[in-house]
């Protein structure tokens, strides 16, 4: 087996009510003199009643909409005096505050406004072109120097969101379960990993429901936190310590494929991934397990089959999801998935229940 390079978490984690009036004190702590702020226009107006005045000259940049090399390379040269960054936001705004960080190697702060994905705890990035489609990603080689979670903030940002970043989540036990299954030995990390995995399947079944209903009621309740953690730092810990055995795999593949499907633009990269899961449970023949996640999924209103994609034409976007999913480089043939047609059987399987 390979090598296990283990970046297990940021060097600060908090997440408790009212963790940002820390901020200014941490900053003062690390002697910063000029920060840099990254967000979204939707971001920052979430973020702005809990952001506390910092006592030292701040910048802030607007992100243009994608996390893209372009992108990357415009606030790093706006932000390049700057000695600390702040990057505000879902998973896109957090990759460029760490891909800005790494350009310019200065300290960056993670301050999620969503809890859609484990972006704010992993060292690296997605990166997409202009117009939305998956390039690549990039791991990073020094981790996050902070990351601020704040539960007033999170429960009160869009549901669909939240319930994307369970079916996000979801696929890490699938995922690191396929890539490690036929190892003869593992090692620790890897055990780590595995059951970091396995508690953040355990802890969706069990706590999604509860969770979901937690935002519509605004409520900062056990599950609610139970979920945000299992999101953001289990979810963050599978990669962190299995490295390559507990990153990506079939579903992620499957997601990259459909980003070159137009019509899927409008859905979030959760949504894509949660059906990912299905199709690399068809590649592996568990359709036992199809039908156990079926009930979940419907209940969390994630995509079972292609129609929840409102797509008019399934057959074309089968075929193009199915040619970028094997495209070489791509996670889908760790599992020696390698021709279009495994991938087009599969969807097809899928559709016909």
């Not at 669909?160 to 490690?180: C, N, Q, S």
């Amino acid at each position: 087996m390979k090598n296990v390079t283990v970046q297990g978490a940021p060097a600060i984690y908090k997440a408790e009510s009212g963790v940002l009036k820390e901020l200014p004190e941490w900053l003062a702590d690390q002697s910063f003199t000029k920060a840099g702020v990254i967000h979204g226009e939707q971001s920052w107006k979430a973020a702005e009643p809990y952001f506390p005045d910092l006592t030292i000259p701040v910048r802030f940049e607007q992100y243009h909409g994608e996390c893209s090399h372009e992108e990357v390379a415009r606030l790093s040269e706006s932000l390049q005096d700057r000695d600390v960054l702040i990057s505000i936001g879902g998973g896109k705004v957090l990759d460029l505050g760490k891909a800005c960080a790494d350009r310019l190697h200065i300290p960056v702060v993670l301050i999620p406004t969503l809890a859609s994905n484990c972006a704010p705890w992993t060292p690296l990035s997605v990166f997409y072109d202009n117009e939305g489609n998956f390039e690549e990603y990039i791991i990073y080689p020094r981790s996050t120097w902070m990351l601020l979670v704040e539960p007033e903030l999170l429960v009160r940002a869009p549901e669909p969101y939240f319930r994307a970043g369970i079916g996000d989540t979801l696929a890490k036990w699938y995922e690191a379960d396929v890539l490690t299954r036929s190892l003869a030995s593992k090692p620790i990390a890897v055990d780590i990993a595995l059951h970091a995995a396995k508690l953040c399947r355990d802890v969706l079944i069990q706590d999604g429901k509860a969770a979901v209903e937690a935002v519509r009621q605004q409520a900062v309740v056990p599950a609610f936190m139970r979920v945000v953690e299992t999101i953001i730092m289990a979810g963050g810990m599978v990669g962190g310590y299995g490295d390559s055995y507990g990153r990506i795999a079939g579903a992620h593949s499957i997601h990259n494929g459909l980003t070159q499907v137009p019509a899927t633009h409008a859905f979030l990269h959760g949504e894509k991934v949660a059906y990912g899961i299905l199709v690399q449970l068809a590649l592996e023949g568990r359709f036992d397990e199809i039908e156990a996640l079926t009930p979940y999924y419907q209940e969390m209103e994630l995509p079972v089959t292609l129609n929840d994609f409102n797509l008019n034409n399934k057959e074309e976007a089968i075929s193009i999801t199915a040619e970028h999913a094997v495209k070489p480089g791509e996670s889908i043939r760790l599992m020696n998935v390698m021709e279009a047609e495994q991938v087009e059987k599969a969807m097809f399987q899928i559709e016909k229940g």
